[in-house]
């Protein structure tokens, strides 16, 4: 087995493609002797798989000899190309395809460096350097200015700092469509437009004065805006427990709205009951 490229069968599949997958991405061609674009897409892939030096590896599967194979990754015609991580197929296509689209299709597969950074500052952050993260996120965007992901996680963190503008500057003219996170970004920015006060003079009139609900509603905001999403809600339940008149209901508009921003999470389901049980 070469680090670039090898012929796989039916015996070795699970190891040198399935296995091997959960790795780094395999490339799988499914050829015959008899195909004519195999002849001309072959020797391009295997190009490619020694420039890119080992970043996925190329598993060569004659089809006529593995029918089998063919049939259960649903190989209508070939030269067939399915790409493998983690065990699964991930993209393929059909036919041969010039060297550009080829270099096309394999870029999608393999992480580019802004991607490492992104880990690399995902554990920082995980550990608490938010500074060391945030510089991390930088260099990254050094490497792709364009990388939308890159973008969110700063600005994630710039939410958990507290810091709105720089929170709207990297926003900036991003639409929903970008990346699901955005509309849940503008949310929370939006909930740390309702604060304006400082989080330790808030808990101070709290525990001052429990029923200063004014106060609870602002704590709130500022949790959620932070991602603190349990302590935020929990402050709403003690609005609508205490005074479900106060500001038109708000405690239990802007718990809905907290549900909203959650979407799918599975707080919503928790804290729908515990809604239920104050309203009851």
Not at 62 to 84: C, H, M, W
Not at 203 to 212: L, S, Y
Not at 226 to 250: H, V
Request: proline share 4%; hydrophobic share 45%.
């Amino acid at each position: 087995m070469s680090d670039f490229d090898l012929d796989v069968n039916l015996a070795d599949f699970q190891q040198h493609v399935l296995e091997e997958s959960g790795n780094r991405p395999v490339v799988v061609d499914f050829w015959a002797p008899w195909c004519g674009p195999c002849k001309s897409l072959k020797p391009i892939l295997e190009k490619l798989a020694a420039e890119y030096g080992g970043k996925f590896l190329l598993a060569k599967v004659n089809a006529d000899d593995n029918q089998e194979l063919a049939t259960r990754y649903g190989v209508r015609g070939i030269p067939s190309v399915k790409a493998f991580i983690n065990g699964e197929p991930v993209d393929e296509f059909s036919g041969a395809l010039p060297e550009d689209e080829v270099r096309v299709f394999l870029d999608r597969l393999l992480p580019s460096p802004a991607e490492d950074m992104r880990g690399q500052a995902a554990g920082l952050r995980a550990a608490g350097d938010m500074s060391g993260a945030l510089q991390m996120l930088a260099e990254a965007s050094k490497l792709d200015p364009a990388h939308v992901g890159v973008r969110l996680d700063a600005t994630e963190i710039m939410l958990d700092l507290g810091e709105a503008d720089e929170a709207r500057r990297l926003l900036g003219n991003l639409t929903d469509d970008a990346d699901p996170r955005v509309a849940q970004l503008r949310a929370r920015l939006q909930f740390m437009g309702e604060v304006g006060e400082d989080e330790a003079a808030l808990n101070v009139r709290v525990a001052n004065n429990e029923n200063d609900l004014e106060a609870r509603l602002k704590l709130a905001n500022l949790h959620v805006a932070a991602g603190r999403y349990e302590a935020g809600m929990d402050q709403l339940l003690e609005i609508i427990r205490r005074d479900r008149t106060f500001e038109d209901d708000i405690g239990r508009k802007t718990l809905l709205s907290v549900f909203d921003l959650l979407a799918g999470d599975p707080l919503v389901g928790q804290y729908r009951r515990k809604l239920a049980s104050a309203l009851n």
